[in-house]
């Protein structure tokens, strides 16, 4: 177990580290740099597993990094950073200001504004994996659909039917339960990648209905919209 509070994060604040546009992928990288060195870590199976707006850190961190063999990411908070900030509660206008310790709005405003992915997910090399719910309102579905096309590297964008920001697998959305098993379909998602197994469906949307059988039942779509066939 090794953790670590990340630049704009608890600690690292209070040490007057700010969170800027590009430097948490940065202390990620130099974090690995130290962890492959120990005895214990097999520096060729290096996975990232990032939730929600970490989601968004992890991508920017496999852009950067040639080590990880493979990301995966539920509830992905891929969209371009003006939604979270103008759209959603501004309590995350508040948040970002204290962990990038922005003086302005309009010096907030220049830092999200250089939080994107645009131009990232095409750097990613590793096996990547996505999932999201269709009504997610930090990340409309079509600039999901956007990001995810520019991942040139083998990948599957996983979309659960009638949801919101924390998808689960089975009788849908709840705070309580929606975690262990999309959890456990991801982190058996990335085990396949670590012993080189090919992707079911490269490229290619999985379209998970509501109370179906998740995204590895033989009878899953493969759509991006509820309208299709």
């Given at each position: 177990?090794?953790?670590?509070?990340?630049?704009?994060?608890?600690?690292?604040?209070?040490?007057?580290?700010?969170?800027?546009?590009?430097?948490?992928?940065?202390?990620?990288?130099?974090?690995?740099?130290?962890?492959?060195?120990?005895?214990?870590?097999?520096?060729?199976?290096?996975?990232?597993?990032?939730?929600?707006?970490a989601s968004f850190w992890g991508m920017r961190f496999a852009a950067r990094d040639r080590r990880i063999r493979a990301i995966a990411a539920p509830a992905a908070s891929v969209a371009e950073?003006?939604?979270?900030?103008?759209?959603?509660?501004?309590?995350?206008?508040?948040?970002?200001?204290?962990?990038?310790?922005?003086?302005?709005?309009?010096?907030?405003?220049?830092?999200?504004?250089?939080?994107?992915?645009?131009?990232?997910?095409?750097?990613?090399?590793?096996?990547?994996?996505?999932?999201?719910?269709?009504?997610?309102?930090?990340?409309?579905?079509?600039?999901?659909?956007?990001?995810?096309?520019?991942?040139?590297?083998?990948?599957?964008?996983?979309?659960?039917?009638?949801?919101?920001?924390?998808?689960?697998?089975?009788?849908?959305?709840?705070?309580?339960?929606?975690?262990?098993?999309?959890?456990?379909?991801?982190?058996?998602?990335?085990?396949?990648?670590?012993?080189?197994?090919?992707?079911?469906?490269?490229?290619?949307?999985?379209?998970?209905?509501?109370?179906?059988?998740?995204?590895?039942?033989?009878?899953?779509?493969?759509?991006?919209?509820?309208?299709?066939?």
């Open positions: 177990m090794f953790s670590f509070d990340g630049p704009g994060h608890p600690e690292s604040n209070l040490r007057g580290i700010r969170l800027t546009a590009d430097n948490f992928e940065d202390a990620a990288s130099t974090a690995l740099d130290y962890l492959v060195q120990r005895p214990e870590i097999d520096a060729t199976q290096i996975g990232v597993y990032s939730i929600s707006l950073k003006y939604f979270l900030m103008d759209l959603e509660s501004p309590r995350w206008k508040q948040l970002f200001a204290y962990t990038t310790q922005s003086k302005t709005e309009a010096e907030l405003d220049a830092v999200m504004g250089d939080m994107t992915l645009d131009g990232y997910m095409a750097k990613i090399t590793c096996p990547t994996l996505l999932a999201v719910g269709e009504y997610d309102p930090r990340g409309p579905i079509d600039e999901i659909y956007r990001m995810f096309d520019q991942v040139t590297a083998p990948a599957e964008l996983w979309v659960f039917a009638d949801q919101h920001h924390m998808p689960s697998i089975g009788a849908g959305e709840s705070n309580t339960n929606w975690a262990a098993p999309l959890h456990g379909a991801m982190c058996d998602w990335l085990r396949d990648r670590f012993a080189d197994k090919p992707l079911r469906h490269p490229g290619q949307v999985v379209y998970v209905e509501p109370n179906s059988g998740g995204p590895n039942s033989s009878a899953v779509a493969l759509k991006r919209k509820w309208y299709e066939s």
